[in-house]
């Protein structure tokens, strides 16, 4: 129903910036209805939640990332999107797409954000 590719991710310096995109294809239910969100998850670590936009455009984050990522949708481009500034080497991780349309949950393939100088 939903097939999710993430893109921008790479190496950058601590204090630097990146702009994840996550492409969607959606079949029967359109992008607008799906509940999207950015999780992340670092080597030998378990994936945690990072941000989500809900269908109305509200936007919650995760307490370590809030006031530097802005998540965000565009519609007409089905593609959703992570603003990432003021990055620290602690946000060095595989970043996943997600979307959910309750019951189910779809994940993109993720794309690498390394954080170093």
């Known amino acids: 129903q939903v097939q999710l590719v993430e893109s921008g991710g790479g190496l950058v310096q601590p204090g630097g910036s990146l702009r994840l995109s996550c492409a969607a294809s959606t079949s029967g239910s359109s992008f607008s209805t799906y509940v999207m969100g950015w999780y992340r998850q670092a080597p030998g670590k378990q994936r945690e939640w990072v941000a989500t936009?809900?269908?109305?455009?509200?936007?919650v984050y995760v307490d370590s990332v809030k006031g530097r990522f802005t998540i965000s949708r565009d519609s007409a481009k089905n593609t959703m999107y992570l603003q990432m500034n003021s990055l620290k080497p602690e946000d060095t991780a595989v970043y996943y797409c997600?979307?959910?349309?309750?019951?189910?949950?779809?994940w993109g393939q993720g794309t690498q954000v390394t954080v170093s100088s």
């Open positions: 997600n979307a959910r349309l309750t019951p189910k949950t779809y």
């Open positions: 936009i809900y269908t109305g455009g509200t936007t």
